[in-house]
């Protein structure tokens, strides 16, 4: 006790000396952590749920009181599940999903910034049409959609599940917000410089949006993943499943399986988890203000 | 920060690198699609046919693996008739429905579907269909019960080959009622399992008092699936029908059918039917009797009982029972039914080959009746009898004779039942008596059908 | 920069080529896979446009809506949801922010990852979840509400609760995106702007006020507009847990969307009701431009 007295009054000197937002602020982190764990907890908890349900039997899975943690894991919901063709489901919606990302990306963040930074005619509408079109509902565009797909001939292929979603103007949306961001004075510079507009672009403003395109990385990965919907109806044979698609052809009209579902959603979700996991770090750093300096 | 610059290049570039693969790949894969659909015209003239068959899970899925059964009988069918070849898509009750009407509205539909009537004959009202009468001579047609012909009927023309069938009705836990000593409160010992609403009252009463841990009986109000279930059961306990004979007019909001559905309510209000009904689904009330919680489920068929036998979670004896009816008299029991339809895309070798798969299906020496035991059904014929052992499908064979015929074929049924379940939580949740929102339902339900007579 | 100096024509005709080489890319999807087909669904809403008949109505199916009651009730439980869902997301993302992003690297990340956790995934098994934790005989809320005392509730199964309920998933699958966005504008702020204003002794709802909030406004416009649009457009909580109901206490007009066109076939009307729920979209979308947006050059 006496060891750590010295520091203790200190701290508490330290407090005193402050004004007196400074107590206030440090009941504020008390209690804001409290709520923090305890919501976290619950965030986390429809997650714990289903990766231990895969391992659960079907009798055990929704007992009450609850079994917190299985106690007699067991494997037959894996078996059950690999019987089908998983891993090509797995790899289309990987696929899908990353090519997707990359499109949308680049058409984003080259248009997001000319709309946050540019003056020309027609800059105002064009922002006004994409607001508009994410205002109408998805569904709705989905059978005028589907129609073209099929005149196209692009229903059950990559094709027709990749690129209609790069129409999708959320990316765009998000760059300009974050390209306005990006100091006029560095963009001057550049001109005075003797920079062209392209050099600019991938020399300045890229690496100035590294963060906030790492961040629309991940949503639309995100989005594309679990774009349950569209892909249902786009989709025709079972090769061009897509993961949360084939899981649910094993579902019965008068039964579910639970085991085996969570096992299905388990396997959706955990890659998308650790991938976030690893690269959200890059991803989600400051975005100009660092790079200024 | 310079260790995460590296690693978020190096994802972007591997992101990259792999996508590109993975494009290159589907490429090959698309251009080989290619080849084949340009080689095989070439190798067999323009003999050689192509059909696609979606199939919703009808068949139970063989080690687990969707569609490895249908590919089973592709494989069969195709070495038979070489000049056909044969696409499979499976689809899932959960999204099938939808994917169907996205694929007609865009002609896009498949060339053979197997389904239930609902479906179905609407779309055979809607001229969407091929007529199969040159399927069914007379001999097959006086084989097929006429409740099940009119299933499959639009007026004159067979819009679907009724294939496996069975009658919906309730089940018991009889494991329960030996435990608690009560087994003479169910009409097991009868030969046909008739019983009286009373009765029936009797056995729920006796598992409240002596298993206070089990949930008496269930209902479900939540959606559209399974309301064959909800509607039996009501038309029962009350004496009603659910549609006048000729489908022209609800007849559910008669004395009789109102009587049935007070009597679901009360029930409730005994605690003799599980809580929050309006938000279960026919599969979670399901559920609960699979797992030994509820003592009397009414959804429960032959099919059903051998398509849940692995989802049963404690080990007891499900037992067919009809629905009770006020005076005991024999019940009326709406059929399930599957079979196949064609979709008339507008090429006369499609239909043809279409038909000949639906032969093989349902007629195949071998495979037919190796189909029919896959769906756990009886036979859409009466001729056929006794493809299974045991006393559940004995009697699930002899309640043959209760069938009725189910509205499911009215016209507008489809949009009709959109309005059965928000009537039946208005009448549990008691926000309206039961008269009021069968009445309710009837006025909007009436309005339908004669929007949908005179539409056509 | 913008147009500081008068230019030679030449070089603003040159700038003007260059922005639009750039949009170039993402309007060519843009037009082709958005607008056309929005176009045709907005035709389409003066079609009688089923499975089998395409035939122009006029104004038919929005006669049909302004007299149907029950999209009226899915208008007002939409409003409701999304006037209840919106605030407590944005109140919730910068309070975890705020908490955070001064923290150590390793707890933001961890923070971030549980809160983006329900986003991640897939809506079908976090419903089976929550339809298990709403349950009402067998469900864990049931389950710990029994141990003070409180009676079995049918949380879905109850016109008094049903809607909220949904609302609270819906809350929990909206805030992650929202957190890592303000995590990262939070972290953009120089930390000088604050300690000069704490220095002046202004308090800390003063410090947020004046300076945090105001700098957080690009990030807030898009996230608020972005969630208000989200939760507009719920449906695949609604569709897997409640169809709607009881009593069409959860319909949304984005479920009737979905149960026209793709359960009925009436694509229509559907279209119809689309084309209604992105007006109403739309205007609050202006309100939100014009009331929060005037800070912020656009």
């Known amino acids: 006790m006496k060891a750590i007295s010295p520091v203790k009054m200190k701290k508490e000197n330290d407090g005193r000396g402050r004004p007196k937002w400074f107590r206030d602020l440090s009941a504020f982190k008390i209690i804001s952590t409290i709520i923090l764990v305890l919501s976290g907890l619950f965030f986390l908890f429809p997650l714990y749920w289903i990766v231990t349900g895969a391992f659960k039997s079907q009798v055990v899975a929704i007992t009450i009181p609850p079994e917190w943690f299985p106690l007699n894991p067991i494997l037959d919901n894996w078996v059950i599940l690999f019987n089908n063709p998983v891993w090509r489901w797995t790899f289309n919606s990987f696929f899908i999903a990353s090519a997707e990302m990359i499109a949308v990306c680049f058409v984003s963040a080259t248009a997001g910034f000319v709309l946050a930074k540019k003056v020309f005619p027609g800059r105002k509408l064009i922002f006004i049409a994409l607001i508009a079109a994410m205002a109408l509902p998805k569904q709705v565009i989905l059978v005028p959609l589907f129609t073209m797909l099929a005149d196209l001939g692009w229903v059950d292929t990559y094709k027709g599940l990749i690129i209609p979603a790069i129409g999708w103007p959320f990316g765009v949306f998000l760059m300009k917000q974050f390209s306005q961001t990006i100091p006029n004075e560095l963009l001057e510079a550049a001109k005075i410089d003797g920079c062209g507009e392209i050099r600019s672009f991938f020399h300045i403003v890229l690496p100035m949006l590294k963060p906030a395109i790492g961040a629309l990385a991940i949503f639309t990965f995100m989005l594309s993943w679990n774009d349950y919907f569209s892909q249902l109806v786009i989709t025709r044979s079972t090769d061009m499943m897509t993961l949360p698609l084939g899981i649910a052809t094993m579902q019965g009209e008068y039964k579910t399986d639970y085991g085996v579902m969570m096992a299905g959603a388990a396997l959706a979700s955990v890659p998308m988890i650790i991938i976030f996991m690893l690269f959200q770090k890059s991803f989600t750093q400051g975005i100009t203000m660092g790079s200024i300096k | 920060m310079q260790g995460s610059k590296r690693r978020f290049i190096l994802f972007i570039a591997i992101a990259f690198v792999v996508s590109m693969f993975l494009a290159a790949c589907s490429e090959d894969a698309g251009e080989k699609e290619k080849d084949d659909s340009t080689k095989v015209p070439a190798s067999s003239d323009a003999k050689s046919v192509e059909i696609t068959w979606w199939n919703f899970p009808n068949f139970q899925a063989l080690d687990g693996e969707v569609g490895k059964y249908e590919e089973g009988i592709i494989a069969a069918f195709q070495e038979k008739n070489p000049d056909i070849k044969v696409n499979l898509e499976m689809l899932t009750f959960e999204g099938g429905p939808e994917k169907l009407n996205v694929a007609i509205a865009t002609n896009t539909a498949p060339d053979v579907i197997y389904d239930a009537p609902g479906r179905i004959i609407d779309w055979g009202k809607k001229d969407l269909l091929a007529p199969l009468n040159d399927m069914m001579p007379e001999e097959v047609m006086s084989d097929i019960s006429p409740a099940l012909l009119k299933l499959s009927m639009v007026g004159e023309e067979v819009f679907m080959y009724p294939f496996n069938t069975g009658p919906f009705m309730m089940a018991v836990n009889k494991t329960l009622f030996e435990e608690i000593g009560e087994l003479d409160l169910l009409p097991l010992d009868r030969p046909d399992r008739t019983w009286t609403v009373e009765e029936y009252e009797k056995a729920l009463n006796a598992v409240k008092e002596k298993a206070p841990d089990i949930i008496p009986s269930g209902f479900y109000a939540k959606s559209v699936a399974g309301d064959q279930g909800t509607r039996g059961y009501i038309t029962n306990l009350g004496g009603s029908r659910f549609l006048n004979e000729d489908y022209s007019e609800v007849a559910i909001n008669s004395a009789a059918g109102v009587k049935g559905l007070e009597w679901v309510v009360q029930a409730s209000r005994d605690g003799l039917v599980a809580p929050g009904a309006a938000s279960l689904e026919a599969g979670d009330h399901n559920d609960l009797f699979l797992q030994g919680k509820m003592a009397f489920a009414i959804n429960y068929s032959a099919v059903l009982k051998s398509l849940f036998a692995p989802n049963k979670t404690e080990d007891f004896e499900d037992v067919l029972l009809p629905y009770p009816t006020p005076d005991g008299s024999d019940p009326k029991l709406e059929p399930f039914l599957g079979g196949l339809a064609v979709f008339n895309n507008e090429d006369d070798k499609k239909v043809e080959a279409s038909k000949k798969l639906i032969d093989f299906i349902v007629n195949d020496p071998e495979w037919g009746e190796k189909n029919l035991i896959q769906t756990g059904g009886l036979s859409a014929r009466n001729s056929v009898t006794g493809i299974y052992e045991g006393s559940e499908y004995d009697y699930s064979e002899l309640a043959r004779k209760f069938i009725t015929d189910p509205p499911t074929t009215a016209d507008g049924y489809a949009e009709i039942r959109t309005f059965w379940f928000p009537a039946l939580q208005e009448a549990i949740l008691e926000t309206k008596t039961p008269k009021e929102a069968l009445d309710e339902f009837a006025e909007k339900a009436n309005a339908t059908i004669e929007k949908a007579k005179s539409a056509k | ?298």
Not at chain 3, 122 to 147: A, D, E, K, R
Not at chain 3, 252 to 267: D, I, K, P
């Open chain 3, 1 to 298: 920069m913008l147009a500081t100096i008068r230019k030679p024509n030449k070089h603003k005709l040159h700038d003007w080529l260059m922005s639009y080489l750039f949009l170039l890319p993402a309007l060519t999807f843009f037009l082709i896979f958005v607008v056309y087909p929005m176009l045709r669904g907005i035709y389409m809403s003066f079609f009688d446009y089923s499975i089998t008949s395409f035939e122009f109505i006029g104004w038919e199916n929005y006669v049909t809506l302004y007299h149907d009651e029950t999209f009226h009730k899915s208008l007002i439980n939409t409003i409701v949801l999304v006037a209840v869902a919106v605030p407590i997301v944005i109140g919730f993302s910068i309070f975890v922010a705020m908490a955070i992003y001064k923290k150590s690297e390793f707890i933001r990340s961890f923070c971030r990852g549980i809160f983006y956790l329900p986003a991640v995934t897939s809506v079908v098994s976090v419903t089976v979840v929550w339809g298990w934790i709403y349950h009402p005989n067998f469900g864990l809320l049931n389950y710990i509400t029994n141990f003070f005392g409180m009676e079995p509730i049918s949380w879905l199964g109850d016109p008094k609760t049903a809607l909220m309920a949904i609302t609270v998933i819906l809350i929990t699958t909206s805030v992650g995106q929202p957190i890592i966005l303000y995590v990262a504008s939070l972290g953009n702020i120089p930390a000088s702007y604050i300690e000069a204003a704490q220095i002046d002794r202004a308090s800390p709802g003063q410090i947020f006020r004046k300076i945090i909030w105001p700098l957080l406004m690009p990030t807030s416009l898009y996230v608020i507009v972005i969630t208000t649009i989200n939760s507009f457009q719920c449906f695949a909580l609604i569709q897997l847990l409640t169809s709607g109901g009881p009593i069409h206490s959860t319909s949304t007009v984005m479920y009737g969307v979905y149960q026209q066109a793709f359960l009925l076939g009436n694509f229509g009307i559907a279209s119809a009701m689309g084309v209604i729920l992105a007006i109403i979209i739309g205007i609050i979308s202006i309100i939100q431009f014009k009331y929060l947006g005037n800070d912020v050059e656009y």
